[in-house]
């Protein structure tokens, strides 16, 4: 598939979603960041507000679960209208039941892990997953500081995935900027969240492809 970028919107202005997101057409997807003030410490939006923002642009959306519970609520998400729903391994009660259901409706699968969860033990569900998050941060918040102490899970994630010859996206969200994300896509990483980065930049969607050139740029 190539290296895709996607936009995180929590650092948009969140009164103007749909405009905001109008102004980065060169995103591949536009990630949403769902916060339920349990799993993290901050709270966001939910069904309502994602639904209206599937329905008003045309570039799809990956859903970051950052809630406690995803079993009851993914699904909904995939309703909603998102193209990718990602849960937290930390709050799935059964990832690989929600995984198969979020694929039953018609959504990609994926499954986050935050920075002190290990891969291998998820090494035997990876083929039911669509992509695989890591996070590069501690999920909550945009515009923290990218924790390099990941860099190792990507690689080893990579080499999981190889080895079993799956085509599981790997996706990194947290602190991913121009001065990152070549250190991200060396170990792997082919899909790239960027909040901050993207919308402080005076042209953001300028930004979005400079990050996606720096990034093909470091696989050659
Ligand atoms: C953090 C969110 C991220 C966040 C990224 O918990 O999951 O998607 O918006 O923002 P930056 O790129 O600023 O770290
Ligand atoms: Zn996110």
């Known amino acids: 598939m190539g290296i895709q970028i996607t936009p995180s919107v929590l650092n948009a ?3 103007r979603l749909a405009d905001e997101v109008a102004r980065i057409p060169s995103s591949d997807w536009i990630h949403v960041d769902v916060m339920d003030n349990h799993f993290v410490p901050n709270l966001t939006l939910g069904i309502p507000v994602f639904e209206s923002l599937a329905k008003a642009t045309t ?7 950052m809630i406690a519970d995803p079993d009851r609520w993914a699904p909904a998400y995939a309703e909603a209208g998102a193209g990718s729903v990602t849960f937290h391994a930390e709050a799935a009660a059964a990832p690989v039941r929600l995984a198969r259901e979020l694929r039953a409706k018609g959504a990609r699968a994926s499954m986050a892990l935050k920075p002190a969860t290990g891969i291998d033990q998820y090494a035997d569900m990876l083929g039911e997953l669509d992509m695989l998050l890591i996070m590069t941060v501690e999920p909550g918040f945009g515009g923290q500081k ?4 990941c860099l190792p899970k990507i690689r080893r994630a990579r080499e999981l995935i190889s080895a079993a010859g799956l085509e599981v996206w790997l996706q990194v969200d947290g602190g991913v900027s121009l001065e990152t994300i070549e250190r991200c896509a060396d170990a792997g990483a082919d899909v790239f969240v960027a909040g901050s980065a993207v919308f402080s930049a005076e042209d953001p969607d300028a930004m979005v492809r400079e990050l996606k050139a720096k990034a093909e740029a470091t696989l050659g």
């Open 59 to 65: 570039t799809p959306l990956d859903a970051h679960l």
């Open 146 to 149: 990218f924790l390099d102490l």
């Open 13 to 15: 202005d969140l009164s």
